[in-house]
């Protein structure tokens, strides 16, 4: 009963986190917000998790939870690797800007 | 052509070098480029050894690069550099592990000046067969094939770092390709421009420094990583 309890101040702890912290994206604030909400569903309610399950033609809850779980791993893991290349693509036109500076000014100091 | 008049014409090529960690060979291989060209822009690509102080006391053009980016940002930044010399004709690309030839990189930049083609591209099975190493000319048979089959154009060699290209070819091309699968994106970007191209036949020296550093079958397994690209890129 004791760990129920955590679970439930935690997620609710970030759903109203979620509705207070300004976020830079819509997407960001979507996703703590609908995850603490199924976070809690799933301590508080899961009868009815696994009966909007069986509406879906999923086996139970756990199952339905597993899936979220997947395409939410799925989803970031895109997102993290498309953020990484966003990155690196920032990063080599920064180092080449400064590599091609510091010859040009060397080829000005040497005309000069 | 007279020697002479040759090394004059050859004032407006620049070599440009790609170069991480290559301070076992570097000095040989720039001191070989130095004896006929006099234009060597050299892009230190993140070295952590002392390729770079080796670079700076041979009088060569070096850029540095403060972290490791890869092959094709490397050459991508030589590009950049050489685009904004007024006299520049062409560039031709030379590899820093020592296994082009001089002779080669010579004769390349010559054909350019004169040629009407933008590209040369250098083969290893134009002309005489080369002695690349049975699996690894499988693998470059095959790559050469898809390659040529996605981007509609007719090469023998499709991975091989010797090519000379016109600094107005130069100007056109957009490689934004960091690691090796930039060389597929330079033939998409040709193909694409209908940029006009040429083989001629070029060596490879496959030392046992050269297949240490990059020339083993299981980096040829990046050159599988290439043909994706190319799908990705089409």
Known sequence: MTLKLIFIFLFLFLLLYSLIRPFPSIVSKLFLMIGSILGLLSVTEFRRVDYFASMLGINGGKDLYLYISFVTIFLFIFYAADRFKALEKKITKLTRSLALESVKKTRTDEDS | MDKGNEACILDNVFIAIPLFNEEQ??????????????????????????????????GVTVISHAVNLGQGAAIKTAFEYISTIEDA?????????????????????????????????????????????????LILKFATYITNFITGMHLTDTHNGLKALKVSAVRKLNIDISGYAFESQLIMQVSKHKLHYKEMPTHVYYTEYSIKKGQSIRNSLIIVEDIINLWRMR
């Not at chain 2, 060209?37 to 690509?45: G, R």
């Open chain 2, 89 to 137: 004709f062409a560039v031709v690309t030379f590899d820093a592990d020592g296994q082009h030839s001089v002779r080669d990189a010579e004769k390349l930049a010559s054909e350019i000046i004169c040629c009407k083609e933008d590209v040369i591209f250098g083969s290893r099975f134009s002309g005489k067969v080369a002695d690349v190493p049975m699996v690894k000319r």
């Open chain 2, 25 to 58: 060979v570097v000095t040989e291989v720039i001191s070989a480029l130095q004896k006929v060209f006099s234009n060597i822009v050299v892009v230190d690509d993140g070295s952590t050894d002392r390729s770079n102080k080796l670079l700076c006391d041979l």
